[in-house]
């Protein structure tokens, strides 16, 4: 037998386990169906949510899937963040697919398919903060996040003490009705201050269109009704129409947003981080803050120097890490508790619901969803970035959660 | 009562916007009874032009402004040559469909050539607010409002007085009968493309200036739409009525209305205007009454 030098240094290389033949054949192969919104209202968040998630997904395979004989496959499709174009997707994924496990685009996915998931037994992961749909029986909708209501209370809370408070602090809040996560916001923040009267008073709301036109007049009003902070939970368009306003009015009152619509993300557009000095974020997430330290940012360097991720340092990057990592945990719990062969979303959904979810790399906290709610209440906490002296920076970590009864 | 007179100032500043939209509908009509369902792109199309060269660039406004209203009316020409004028002779529906594809093709090509993350919009006017009295406005919408005013009279004059107007006036009444009188139906739908895209240019230099711009800037045409129908969908100066009313209505609805119901009412009440004039006026408020004789 003739050996080129090719081969000799293949054979070499295969001796000395400098390479090794990938065991894919042998590995069992579970699907995850990644929704996506690329051009519909948050496409504009999406490059990075989506990149951050694959990364994952690449990582997890080649550090610990391997290991467990199991990969996990996904494939991205466009739901646009609509009702109707997930809902009638849905059957051929199922289909083509059959996924453990859906990373869902949002609220509107959630409408379009919660009712069917227990048939279908697949398990949808959310992406970002809860709504009052992880607060049904039996929800088959997890998130990696506690509501909007829980993260922005636990806000009123830190700010409340913070500054000394002796009366309420009077809240406005700027949406959009046709943004579900808004409506649920309103919802459970009016929940909270009729928990809570003493903290917080809500003085006006505005709803416009998600690309509102001019907001001069309606934030006028709220203004005079002596808002003291203002939260925007809907897109960046929003933030942006609710400054210009406040900048054509005079008035300097903090706005409170979220991950999807940060200050980073709302200063760039605006023309600078300090458009929004004195703004602030919150969410129970690391703050992707220019000089942060610690696990999130370390396994974010993992990711960018080993598994291709392209997109920066950002809150939207880890807002998809978030979801990603608690659907690989989650199947990775599966595993452990039932074996690689013949997992299902049923078993999936068994373990999240049993156990801790624990590994989150520091992007998201440990954390226990419980028998009636299926996003963290317990263990979870936020943190608040703000933009102090044009400098993005963490104003408070690991704040409580506020505590706020169902509605 | 100055709140109301500021709902209403600021009411009639919008209406004065959406009717700048409308006339791009107007125009596009009045030349060839296609209702473009695709103007809202064409606004978004000119709004990244001027993106990618003032702030992707970095050339300076003096350079952006002209680039994007040559580039707007290049783009006008192109797709009436490509798609409309192909259909000359054929029915109004076929063109009207061709729009709804426009649309579509436009989306699509706009996500791919720019992205649909939300860009910075370029500050064409300035930030500072109008302030008159206790009356608070936006500069960009004051001077949008005198640009609406001013364009509206022009190119009714134009279309009044004009043989260039009066001959796209008469392709939009009957193509067959424009051709035998020697009109080239073909140029006058070209022109009035071109025209419906540069108001798109000036529309979107109101609308965003300062502000963020993504793909659903596009969304304000349809808020505009009904300004076009109560107008009438022929009458130019009778969108600066029909803009301020629906203006004025939608603003006194979200001022008082909206905190009262709990719900965005305003956005449902140019529609409900809408059906109630129609109603009683078929043809809107100053459409051309059509008379035919048996």
Known sequence: ?407 | MIEFVNSVANGVLIGLLYALVAMGFVVIYRASKVFNFAQGELIVFSAFLMWAVVIDRQLPLWIGLPVTFIGAAICGYVLDRLFLSRLVGESVFSMVMITVGLLILMRGLIIIIWGAETRAFPVVFPLRPVIVGDIIMSQALVIGGVITIVLAFGLSWFFNHTRTGLALTAVSEDQQVALSLGISVRKSMSLAWIIGALISAIAACVYLSGRSLNLHAADIAFAALPVALLAGLESITGLIVAGALVGVAQSLAQYYLDPWLGLNIASVVPFILILLILLIRPSGLFGWKTIERV
């Open chain 1, 1 to 407: 037998m003739r050996f080129n030098r090719r081969t000799f240094g293949l054979a070499v290389a295969l001796a000395t386990g400098t390479i090794t033949i990938p065991a894919f054949a042998q590995e069992k192969t579970y699907n995850v169906a990644l929704f996506s919104d690329f051009s519909g209202p948050f496409a504009n968040i999406m490059r990075p949510v989506h990149a951050g998630r694959e990364a994952v997904f690449a990582w997890w395979n080649a550090e610990v899937g391997k290991d467990l004989g199991v990969q996990i496959g996904t494939r991205t499709y466009d739901t646009r963040y609509d009702a109707a174009q997930a809902a009638s997707l849905w059957p051929g994924i199922l289909s083509e697919l059959n996924p453990l496990i859906i990373g869902s685009t949002g609220s509107t996915d959630i409408a379009a398919l919660s009712q069917r998931l227990p048939e279908d037994k697949v398990v949808m992961m959310a992406v970002g903060g809860a709504t009052h749909a992880g607060w049904v029986d039996d929800s088959w909708v997890f998130f990696p996040r506690a509501t909007y209501a829980h993260e922005y209370g636990g806000f009123l809370n830190w700010f409340y003490e913070t500054q000394g408070r002796s009366e309420p602090i009077r809240v406005g809040l700027v949406g959009s009705q046709q943004a579900l996560l808004t409506v649920d916001l309103h919802d459970g923040i009016q929940a909270f201050i009729s928990e809570n009267p003493d903290k917080a008073a809500m003085v006006d709301v505005i709803w416009d269109a998600p690309q509102p036109t001019d907001l001069t007049a309606p934030m006028r009003r709220m203004v005079n009704a002596g808002a003291e902070v203002i939260f925007v939970n809907s897109n960046t368009a929003t933030v942006v129409a609710t400054k210009r306003a406040l900048q054509a009015l005079g008035a300097n009152i903090p706005i409170v947003t979220s991950s999807h619509n940060s200050l980073p993300t709302a200063g760039q557009t605006l023309g600078g981080l300090d458009q929004v000095e004195g703004d602030f974020e919150v969410y129970g997430m690391a703050v992707a803050t220019e000089d942060a330290t610690g696990p999130a940012r370390e396994f974010y360097d993992l990711l960018a120097s080993e598994y291709g991720l392209e997109a920066p340092w950002g809150v939207l990057t880890l807002q998809g890490i978030a979801q990603a990592i608690l659907s690989v945990r989650s199947i990775e719990a599966a595993i452990n508790a039932y074996g690689p062969d013949d997992l299902t979303g049923e078993k999936v959904r068994e373990v999240l619901i049993t156990e801790t979810a624990v590994g989150n790399m520091g992007v998201i906290p440990d954390f226990s969803f419980t028998a009636d709610a299926t996003f963290p209440t317990e263990g979870a906490t936020v943190n608040i970035g703000t933009v102090r002296d044009g400098r993005y920076t963490t104003a408070a970590s690991d704040v409580p959660l506020a505590n706020v009864k169902r509605w």
